[in-house]
């Protein structure tokens, strides 16, 4: 008999050294696989930057946790060499009273700056924005330039976009790309080498959304964020937006499920936790599906009369319930990269209606050819009157498929227009709505088509 030998547990030391070479994601990714204690462990046995840059990572999930674990006074210097927005997103995670402890033990400039990211709402550019950027007066030459920006560097997010201040009111007048630095003549005034044309920037209350379409459209490094009067206050980076609308759409493709969106990765949601995110949504999906139910009660006389029609309720809902969820998607996908707007309401009816019309009228030819093939190959019987039963089918097809798509394509833009998300708007909630709708309209029509035959 083979004896199963159990790998022994590798110390946190050794893990640390073996660790100390890789990139620093390889490092997040290892230690996101490790209890938060070992993980603190592991970072202890790093040498200071490599820690700090591991910190730096908004991939490190617990890294809220990790903190906490540390001593107090190694971890103060840790979040000291962070930089100023990846130690207010950990601080949000934080809770008191550690929270005031560790902020009591940054220096001055950090714990200000944290103050003034936390100030902003967490879907604003202002708390997603770094205040260590490189900026220089307007008078100062190429040869200067360079030379502050090998001084600051290791202190900087980034130095790929210099931001260029007016010397008397202290307001952004250009931005200037490193390359265009680079190629300059030392002696040139910094202006000289800046584009003519007006730099692009945000407010701190602008939404991320709008900060990730500035970029994405003009191909930016970083976004400068201005105050009232002008003056740059902070800077949105590329990676921090990607990370942002990373997150951002792991939410809403989680609340598509119909389920609230998870705060941590799924390997790492407790069991409780779990079905508290999805017992919400899942018992008001249930209790609105229970008006399906009622539905089928206010037609159970027909039912009785015409057994035929209940053959079909399953294809009629999945029907409805699908082209309402194209068109929900569509919608809201189109509404976050702002390509339509609330007032285009009604040229989305508008287009939609037709689009619901042509497939609905698709479908329901499918359908009557599948009634029609099967009653003559002699497959199934559908009585005597089956070209009518197939005539409902398809007419039914038609209505329930233009409602879902019209309902599907509206439902995103009422929620937006009270305040909600529109990602609310959820594939499952659409095909519920229309699952009820769609049973009225099939039996309305099958009580106009098959008046004084089945009915």
Same mark, same amino acid.
């Given at each position: 008999?083979?004896? @199963?030998?159990?790998?022994?547990?590798?110390?946190?030391?050794?893990?640390?050294?073996?660790?100390?070479?890789?990139?620093?994601?390889?490092?997040?990714?290892?230690?996101?696989?490790?209890?938060?204690?070992?993980?603190?462990?592991?970072?202890?046995?790093?040498?200071?930057?490599?820690?700090?840059?591991?910190?730096?990572?908004?991939?490190?999930?617990?890294?809220?946790?990790?903190?906490?674990?540390?001593?107090?006074?190694?971890?103060?210097?840790?979040?000291?060499?962070?930089?100023?927005?990846?130690?207010?997103?950990?601080?949000?995670?934080?809770?008191?009273?550690?929270?005031?402890?560790?902020?009591?033990?940054?220096?001055?400039?950090?714990?200000?700056?944290?103050?003034?990211?936390?100030?902003?709402?967490?879907?604003?550019?202002?708390?997603?924005?770094?205040?260590? %950027?490189?900026?220089?007066?307007?008078?100062?030459?190429?040869?200067?330039?360079?030379?502050?920006?090998?001084?600051?560097?290791?202190?900087?997010?980034? /130095?790929?976009?210099?931001?260029?201040?007016?010397?008397?009111?202290?307001?952004?007048?250009?931005?200037?790309?490193?390359?265009?630095?680079?190629?300059?003549?030392?002696?040139?005034?910094?202006?000289?080498?800046?584009?003519?044309?007006?730099?692009?920037?945000?407010?701190?209350?602008?939404?991320?959304?709008?900060?990730?379409?500035?970029?994405?459209?003009?191909?930016?490094?970083?976004?400068?964020?201005?105050?009232?009067?002008?003056?740059?206050?902070?800077?949105?980076?590329?990676?921090?937006?990607?990370?942002?609308?990373?997150?951002?759409?792991?939410?809403?493709?989680?609340?598509?499920?119909?389920?609230?969106?998870?705060?941590?990765?799924?390997?790492? @949601?407790?069991?409780?936790?779990?079905?508290?995110?999805?017992?919400?949504?899942?018992?008001?999906? %249930?209790?609105?599906?229970?008006?399906?139910?009622?539905?089928?009660?206010?037609?159970?006389?027909?039912?009785?009369?015409?057994?035929?029609?209940?053959?079909?309720?399953?294809?009629?809902?999945?029907?409805?319930?699908?082209?309402?969820?194209?068109?929900?998607?569509?919608?809201?996908?189109?509404?976050?990269?702002?390509?339509?707007?609330?007032?285009?309401?009604?040229?989305?009816?508008?287009?939609?209606?037709?689009?619901?019309?042509?497939?609905?009228? /698709?479908?329901?030819?499918?359908?009557?050819?599948?009634?029609? @093939?099967?009653?003559?190959?002699?497959?199934?019987?559908?009585?005597?009157?089956?070209?009518?039963?197939?005539?409902?089918?398809?007419?039914?097809?038609?209505?329930?498929?233009?409602?879902?798509?019209?309902?599907?394509?509206?439902?995103?833009?009422?929620?937006?227009?009270?305040? %909600?998300?529109?990602?609310?708007?959820?594939?499952?909630?659409?095909?519920?709505?229309?699952?009820?709708?769609?049973?009225? /309209?099939?039996?309305?029509?099958?009580?106009? @088509?098959?008046?004084?035959?089945?009915?």
């Amino acid at each position: 008999m083979n004896e @199963i030998v159990t790998p022994l547990r590798v110390e946190p030391s050794v893990l640390a050294a073996r660790l100390s070479d890789e990139r620093a994601p390889d490092i997040v990714e290892a230690l996101n696989a490790e209890a938060p204690e070992v993980a603190a462990a592991i970072l202890l046995g790093l040498s200071f930057e490599r820690a700090v840059e591991v910190l730096d990572q908004p991939e490190l999930a617990c890294a809220a946790d990790i903190i906490e674990i540390l001593p107090r006074d190694r971890v103060a210097a840790y979040l000291t060499g962070m930089s100023a927005d990846r130690v207010t997103d950990v601080f949000r995670e934080i809770e008191e009273p550690g929270r005031s402890d560790l902020r009591a033990r940054l220096d001055a400039e950090t714990r200000g700056a944290v103050d003034r990211l936390s100030a902003y709402g967490e879907e604003t550019v202002g708390s997603l924005m770094t205040t260590e %950027f490189v900026t220089v007066p307007a008078t100062w030459t190429v040869a200067r330039t360079l030379d502050h920006i090998r001084q600051v560097e290791r202190t900087r997010e980034t /130095i790929y976009a210099i931001f260029v201040l007016d010397p008397r009111t202290g307001t952004l007048t250009k931005a200037v790309p490193l390359r265009r630095l680079i190629a300059g003549e030392p002696g040139d005034s910094v202006l000289a080498v800046a584009p003519e044309r007006r730099p692009l920037s945000v407010t701190p209350t602008a939404s991320r959304e709008e900060a990730a379409r500035l970029i994405s459209k003009y191909d930016l490094l970083a976004l400068p964020v201005v105050d009232a009067v002008g003056h740059v206050i902070g800077i949105v980076t590329v990676d921090d937006i990607i990370d942002a609308m990373v997150a951002k759409q792991t939410q809403d493709v989680q609340r598509f499920g119909g389920m609230e969106a998870l705060p941590e990765p799924y390997m790492e @949601i407790g069991f409780f936790t779990m079905i508290r995110k999805r017992a919400g949504w899942l018992c008001a999906l %249930f209790l609105s599906e229970m008006l399906t139910a009622s539905a089928m009660q206010g037609f159970e006389g027909e039912l009785e009369r015409a057994l035929v029609l209940t053959l079909f309720i399953p294809l009629i809902m999945s029907s409805g319930g699908n082209s309402g969820s194209q068109a929900t998607s569509l919608l809201i996908r189109a509404l976050a990269l702002h390509q339509i707007r609330l007032r285009d309401w009604w040229r989305v009816a508008l287009r939609e209606l037709p689009t619901g019309l042509v497939l609905g009228a /698709i479908l329901g030819t499918i359908a009557v050819a599948r009634i029609a @093939i099967w009653q003559e190959a002699g497959l199934y019987d559908y009585g005597p009157h089956w070209p009518l039963v197939a005539a409902t089918v398809g007419a039914a097809l038609v209505g329930i498929v233009t409602f879902g798509s019209l309902a599907g394509s509206m439902l995103p833009f009422a929620l937006q227009r009270v305040g %909600f998300d529109p990602a609310t708007a959820s594939a499952p909630f659409v095909a519920t709505l229309v699952d009820v709708t769609g049973l009225v /309209i099939y039996f309305s029509v099958a009580l106009v @088509i098959l008046r004084g035959t089945l009915l």
